[in-house]
């Protein structure tokens, strides 16, 4: 549908599917698109707003509340010298007090806004009130008087004020300031009425001055912009409910339009193209983005260079190609935003929720991108990027950890795509107090039930963090990251619990156990003999476990256990590592490398006789890797033995000697078997 150049003042469009319409260089005021369908309509260059019948009576309007004013100002300066009239009112005390009371509503009018000098006035009318039983009559009846000239002053100027802000009306102030210093002189006499005069005039200048900032979008007379342009919007055109995602505004007139919500339905501005829209702050924007006067100027100036849009809500707005180099977007909302080919350079995207936005080909380099929030809908499509900092302030040593961290270095074209694609597509799992192997494999198991997707293979790292471990785990694009987050966590930390409990108890029996066998052996002593059978030679058993029966406890206590295990193990491992070829260079070789850290494990006493056991197990792993290290299988299992090493050696105090010599030995295995490091 073209509707490009057409006169279409007070045309309804009301309820109609106007997708893709062409409006361009129309011109629509007062027509009405309430609850239409304008997906990606063209609304560039047409000018809306009031039609000629509803911008007469406006003028008409606020040029009679203009004089109103005037009316209102001219008693207000009759009464600031009521009581300096020679006569029987005759008290300057009392007209002290009045030209007092002005003084401070002028002063918090100016520095607080119009909001804070009437809740002055107020105070005073009780104060004024409350005076009249203690104070002279006169006296308490110049607080009346001049509270009672400020709230009519106020009232009939402010509403004037609010209409000459919504018409722009430049000779209301003039007609208000004429009228108000003529009723100051009549009322008051030739003599007086100069002051008078001055006063009303002043009461004048203060509206025009409330006018100026309420049109430059001072908050703290928001209240009577709100007011003047809803007055100016009335029988302007309408978008009330209207859909207009995607529609273009580039340099359209917006004047006295109504963007506000229905009763049955939302008007919907989602990635609207306001480029240099002109008078979109004289409009009724509701709680739209566009509320915000510093999101106004950015969507239709497009320039944000070096501006601070901290906290700010840019959602679904529409910034493709706009200048945001040095800009600060701290936890701004960004999500769904269109940024294709925006310039952030040096932008500090700290924390800022960018969830489905669109970055294709826009210019991140020099950017901080410190705990921003990005999923697998984030776009980040051949995105221009040199490097990029994850840390606002400068750490202990100075560092803002720059990536690459080579500062000679810089990301080829895709490197940072595939940097962050590989983020996004993964699950890291902060475990506390560090990983409990068996709540870890119990959790694990569970977690593989309820997510078919995940495998063992899934596991991309376990690393040590200060006392934690974290866990990353790589997850399909569209995972529901929360959901595996949870489906790990709950049973794992329940593990946690329910093992702790188990060696709580096993410690207390252990203490009553240690007890009773100690009187037990006092009791009976232990006598070893020595049997000599046949022709003299001597039987030993190999059997380490001793069988004690103690009293009312009963079972057996077997000594064995761990120590021959391990010793079981370590065999098997030296048997496996033996088979791999000697180092034929000056450098130790996949042989050496493995043996050292064999005897590394096994002399470690910060690791329990389990711990050695399972550690020796993936040194073995280790072994028969190296053994065909081109078999994808085998690398496959190796990958997963460094993951368990690394996680096993994270959980040791930084003393430990087994976490010394692996930060050393386990880079030199994975490089010398063509694994990742």
């Known amino acids: 549908m073209d509707f490009s150049?057409?006169?279409l003042r007070g045309r309804n469009f009301r309820g109609q599917d106007l997708t893709g319409a062409n409006f361009s260089h129309a011109d629509i005021r007062g027509a009405n698109f309430s609850n239409a369908i304008l997906r990606g309509a063209n609304f560039t260059g047409a000018k809306a707003g009031l039609q000629k019948r509803w911008a007469v009576s406006l003028v008409i309007f606020s040029l009679l509340l203009s004089a109103f004013s005037g009316l209102f100002s001219g008693i207000a300066g009759y009464l600031a010298i009521y009581y300096f009239i020679p006569g029987d009112n005759f008290n300057p005390v009392a007209g002290g007090i009045v030209l007092l009371i002005y003084t401070l509503f002028f002063t918090l009018t100016i520095r607080q806004g119009i909001a804070a000098a009437l809740g002055f006035v107020v105070i005073a009318v009780a104060g004024a009130i409350a005076g009249a039983g203690v104070v002279a009559g006169a006296i308490?009846?110049?607080?009346v008087v001049a509270v009672a000239g400020v709230v009519a002053v106020a009232g009939a100027g402010a509403t004037t004020v609010a209409v000459a802000v919504a018409g722009a009306i430049a000779g209301a102030?003039?007609?208000?300031?004429?009228?108000?210093?003529?009723?100051?002189?009549?009322?008051?006499?030739a003599i007086a009425g100069a002051v008078a005069g001055a006063v009303a005039v002043a009461f004048t200048l203060l509206s025009a001055y409330i006018a100026w900032r309420a049109l430059r979008g001072d908050e703290k007379f928001a209240l009577i912009r709100t007011i003047g342009v809803a007055f100016g919007a009335i029988g302007g055109t309408s978008f009330c409910g209207a859909d207009l995602t995607d529609a273009d505004f580039t340099k359209a007139i917006i004047k006295s339009t109504n963007f506000n919500h229905t009763r049955q339905k939302q008007t919907i501005l989602h990635q609207v193209c306001w480029s240099n829209a002109t008078k979109l702050d004289r409009a009724r924007l509701g709680t739209s983005i566009l509320a915000n006067p510093a999101v106004c100027e950015l969507l239709t100036i497009r320039n944000g260079y070096k501006k601070s849009y901290k906290n700010v809500d840019l959602y679904n707005a529409n910034l493709k190609g706009i200048n945001l180099e040095c800009a600060n977007l701290e936890q701004a909302n960004l999500s769904h935003a269109a940024l294709q080919q925006a310039n952030l350079n040096h932008a500090n995207l700290t924390k800022t929720l960018?969830?489905?936005?669109?970055f294709s080909?826009?210019?991140l380099t020099g950017a901080c991108l410190e705990s921003w929030n990005i999923d697998h809908t984030t776009k980040l499509d051949r995105v221009d990027c040199q490097f990029v900092y994850l840390l606002e302030q400068p750490n202990a040593i100075g560092s803002r950890e720059r990536r690459p961290h080579d500062p000679d270095k810089v990301f080829q074209p895709g490197d940072f795509e595939k940097l962050y694609k590989k983020i996004m597509d993964t699950v890291q799992i902060l475990l506390r107090d560090g990983m409990n192997r068996e709540a870890f494999a119990a959790a694990f198991q569970e977690l593989m039930q309820k997510n078919p997707d995940i495998t063992h293979e899934s596991i991309l790292a376990i690393e040590r963090k200060g006392s934690d471990a974290l866990l990353t785990l790589e997850v399909a694009p569209d995972a529901d990251k929360a959901k595996i987050s949870q489906d790990f966590l709950k049973p794992y930390e329940d593990q946690v619990r329910q093992l702790q409990a188990k060696i709580d108890h096993l410690q207390q029996l252990r203490s009553a156990d240690?007890?009773?066998?100690?009187?037990e052996l006092a009791r009976h002593p232990l006598n070893v003999t020595n049997q000599a059978v046949g022709t003299g030679t001597m039987q030993e058993t190999n059997d380490s476990s001793r069988n004690i029966n103690i009293g009312n406890i009963g079972g057996n206590f077997n000594a064995s256990g761990q120590a021959l295990n391990l010793g079981d193990i370590s065999?098997?491992?030296?048997n496996t590592i033996n088979q791999l070829p000697e180092s034929t260079t000056e450098q130790p070789g996949i042989k050496e490398l493995l043996t050292e850290l064999q005897t590394a494990i096994a002399s470690d006493s910060e690791l329990s006789g389990k711990g050695k056991t399972n550690a020796l197990e993936q040194v073995k792993t280790l072994a028969e890797v190296g053994q065909?290290?081109?078999?994808?299988?085998?690398?496959?299992?190796?990958?997963?033995a460094m993951i368990f090493l690394k996680g096993t050696i994270a959980n040791l105090p930084d003393t430990a000697k087994l976490a010394e010599a692996s930060s050393k030995l386990l880079p030199l295995i994975a490089k010398a078997l063509g694994l990742p490091v």
């Open 5 to 7: 150049g057409q006169n």
């Open 140 to 143: 308490a009846g110049a607080g």
């Open 173 to 189: 102030g003039a007609i208000a300031g004429a009228i108000a210093g003529a009723v100051a002189v009549v009322v008051a006499g």
């Open 354 to 358: 960018a969830v489905g936005a669109d």
């Open 361 to 363: 080909q826009a210019y």
């Open 514 to 519: 240690i007890k009773d066998i100690a009187l």
């Open 571 to 574: 065999g098997n491992v030296t």
């Open 628 to 640: 065909n290290p081109e078999q994808p299988e085998k690398k496959s299992l190796g990958e997963k």
